[in-house]
């Protein structure tokens, strides 16, 4: 039986007979999986130049070892396989191979549509994914197996068991092997401080106002960077953490004056003043008056 699988010509677009020598021997072409094809064969050579293929590509050698060739940034490279070795890859990205040898491959072809529908999550604009060759991955190996273990049962599992096997591998793929999560990580931090932070931030400020609180502290909070969480902070608020830091000490220092009977050295301390002298210069600066006067 010949591949089902999709290769053209990367310039012209024609469509290309480089998997003629593929050897299909078990297909999932019956089954009808839409957007997934599985196909397990053997190969006296392939030799693809310039080709490509519309959908994510996954290969497995499944018995040989054996010396190829491969055209990498324009550079002929000699690769080593290894059973168990894969090669990924992407959608329409060229591929030239020399390999003069025999194969016994397990071959995955799922379309971007189908790859994007069984992922978790809104795929991002500028996402791009890693073209490699040789990849130990033994996660990426069982989900493989799981697949034509199923085309070997006759797909007797029905569509549930294919529609769960692909969400994982979908969701292991792009998490492992795309910028996804960089992209998803670059566009929270751009919006990083939110309601919500904020009052993660007041809480670790209420819940440590006797200590020397850091901007490090803060940021660990929200686990980015002092950096980002500096600019993102004045962005979000008109002020520095420093000065909103202060800002609670000096409004805690209200209410403490006004309701309780707590000494100005004690009031000092509790608020994470070096001494009484260092609260009633601040406290003076920011309201206009002493502890001692706004007390009455």
Not at 29 to 55: A, I, Q
Not at 103 to 124: A, H, R, V
Not at 278 to 290: C, D, Y
Request: net charge negative; glycine share 6%.
């Amino acid at each position: 039986m010949k591949t089902s699988i999709p290769f053209f010509h990367k310039v012209t677009g024609i469509h290309s007979n480089c998997g003629d020598p593929l050897n299909i021997k078990l297909s999932s072409k019956t089954f009808k999986w839409e957007g997934l094809l599985v196909e397990k064969g053997t190969s006296p050579y392939f030799y693809p130049k310039d080709v490509v293929t519309p959908n994510f590509y996954f290969a497995i050698e499944m018995e040989n070892t054996y010396s190829w060739s491969a055209l990498k940034s324009g550079n002929e490279v000699t690769m080593q396989t290894e059973p168990g070795d894969l090669w990924i890859n992407p959608p329409n990205t060229p591929f030239t191979h020399n390999i003069d040898v025999p194969c016994n491959f397990l071959i995955i072809n799922i379309t971007e549509e189908k790859m994007y529908k069984s992922f978790d999550g809104i795929i991002p604009e500028g996402i791009t994914f890693l073209n490699n060759y040789n990849i130990q991955d033994k996660t990426l190996e069982y989900l493989m197996y799981l697949l034509l273990f199923e085309v070997e049962s006759g797909g007797k599992n029905g569509s549930w068991f294919i529609d769960h096997t692909m969400k994982l591998f979908a969701n292991y793929f792009i998490h492992h092997y795309s910028n996804y999560d960089d992209l998803i990580r670059n566009a929270n931090l751009s919006s990083i401080i939110g309601p919500s932070e904020m009052k993660t931030i007041d809480s670790y400020i209420d819940e440590n106002i006797s200590l020397s609180i850091t901007i490090e502290d803060l940021a660990n909070e929200l686990n980015i960077s002092k950096f980002h969480f500096l600019n993102e902070f004045k962005k979000y608020n008109g002020i520095t953490p420093y000065q909103h830091i202060l800002n609670t000490r000096i409004e805690k220092a209200r209410s403490l004056l006004s309701q309780s009977e707590m000494k100005i050295t004690e009031i000092a301390h509790t608020l994470g003043f070096s001494d009484s002298s260092h609260f009633s210069r601040t406290f003076k600066k920011a309201t206009g008056q002493s502890p001692k006067v706004f007390r009455g």
